[in-house]
């Protein structure tokens, strides 16, 4: 994956869970979007894989994005956490693995050499992260071997 082949729009999936949420990534994906994004820590990657099983679209066709908690950015912690999100989307690989904040767990070193090995192993064919700061991105830049396909970063008004 390249950030040429990345799908312009995509589904957020923040704050919706159940059957809104199964209901929401089917109807989102068979109205042409192709991109899903969730996060272990929205407690809805079930529900979004649940949504994606039900679209009347190849598996192919979506981009599925998740990310790991921050209390969960340890080394073994992100290998075991990948593996479960795959488990409860009910995917075999994941397009997308975020970083979900550069905090708590997380460490520089054992964090991306996780990554790096779910990208080697095919488990994850693309690393995001998520609210790095400059200087954050550029030493993860410089010690990740695994594509850097996305960095997400919140930006409104009040920030």
């Known amino acids: 994956m390249t ?19 199964v209901e929401s990534v089917r109807t989102a994906l ?12 929205y407690d809805n990657e079930r529900a979004v894989g649940e949504g994606i099983a039900a679209a009347d679209v190849d598996r192919g ?7 790991v908690s921050p209390d ?4 073994d912690g992100v290998l075991e956490h990948a593996r479960a999100s795959t488990d409860r989307l009910g995917v075999e690989t994941l397009d997308l693995l975020y970083v979900h904040w550069p905090i ?3 460490d520089l ?22 609210n790095f700061l400059p200087g954050q991105l550029d030493e993860a830049l410089d ?10 970063v919140e930006c409104h008004p009040l920030l």
Do not use: M, W
């Open 104 to 106: 708590r767990a997380y």
């Open 109 to 130: 070193e054992g964090t991306l050499a996780a990554l790096d090995e779910l990208y080697e192993e095919g488990l994850v064919r693309g690393v995001g992260l998520s």
């Open 30 to 41: 068979e109205c042409g979007y192709r991109h899903v994004d969730t996060a272990e820590g």
């Open 143 to 152: 010690r990740l071997a695994a594509p850097l396909v996305a960095h997400q």
């Open 61 to 67: 066709e979506v981009v599925v994005a998740t990310k």
């Open 72 to 75: 969960n950015l340890a080394h």
């Open 3 to 21: 950030v040429g082949s990345f799908p312009e729009f995509g589904l957020g999936t923040y704050d919706i869970t159940g059957e809104t949420c």
